[in-house]
């Protein structure tokens, strides 16, 4: 059982380029979401969506589109890094549409250097 | 505006119990989670408290009050696996009923 996959694991970019994380889940979940977590920080959530066909701002946004493609895959997309988004990123799920507590599943992380 | 405060690092000895505390400033309250992360891992779930009380999962215990806006994790019979970062979560009404996340509490656990 997969769970929750995103890809890459590690990239670098530079300054202005361009890169879409992937992730896709094999749980039949509702929700998905993207958060990045900074050095002794919690978890950010940048874009989530509740449903397939529906995406939502999260707390930090700016700079960042998503798409849902289906109801498995959920890609994040920079268009123009910026060092200051150089972080781990993680895509999660859950079966909510709303969050009511039950689990929510992370992919292993995705380790983006913006040089 | 919306926060949860805990403590940025406990230490405490094989065997030993530990509490981490969480207090939150939330627009309505919707629940407790909590989450473990080990160093370069991604976070799994450990328990959520929806009403006032505890809640027990092994080794593992979590505690709400919300008419206190506090809640705890607590670990018993400590392993060195248990090292760890632990992070409390709340749903808030004003980040449109999505999760808000603690900056963490790193455990470290001495033989």
């Known amino acids: 059982n997969a769970g929750v996959t995103q890809t890459p694991k590690f990239q670098v970019l530079k300054t202005g380029q361009s890169m879409t994380l992937q992730c896709a889940q094999d749980m039949n979940h509702n929700s998905m979401y993207w958060y990045r977590q900074d050095p002794g920080m919690g978890l950010r959530l940048i874009y989530y969506s509740a449903s397939e066909g529906t995406t939502d701002k999260g707390e930090v946004p700016n700079g960042y589109n998503v798409s849902r493609l289906n109801k498995r895959e959920f890609s994040l997309r920079l268009e123009s890094a910026a060092p200051s988004q150089t972080s781990v990123y993680f895509c999660?799920?859950?079966?909510?549409?709303?969050?009511?507590?039950?689990?929510?599943?992370f992919g292993e992380g995705s380790w983006l250097t913006v040089v | 505006g919306q926060s949860l405060e805990q403590p940025s690092e406990v230490t405490a000895v094989e065997g030993a119990i530990v509490q981490i505390n969480c207090t939150y400033q939330t627009s309505g309250f919707y629940g407790l989670s909590w989450y473990q992360q080990h160093d370069g891992g991604a976070p799994t779930f450990l328990s959520y408290?929806?009403l006032d009380g505890l809640e027990e999962t092994g080794r593992f215990s979590s505690f709400l009050s919300r008419s206190d806006s506090y809640g705890y994790l607590l670990l018993q019979e400590l392993q060195m696996k248990d090292s760890a970062s632990y992070f409390c979560?709340?749903?808030?009404?004003?980040?449109?009923?999505?999760?808000?996340w603690g900056a963490g509490t790193k455990l470290i656990i001495k033989p």
């Open positions: 408290n929806g």
């Open positions: 979560a709340v749903r808030d009404m004003d980040s449109n009923y999505q999760l808000i």
């Open positions: 999660a799920s859950t079966t909510d549409r709303y969050y009511t507590g039950n689990t929510i599943y």
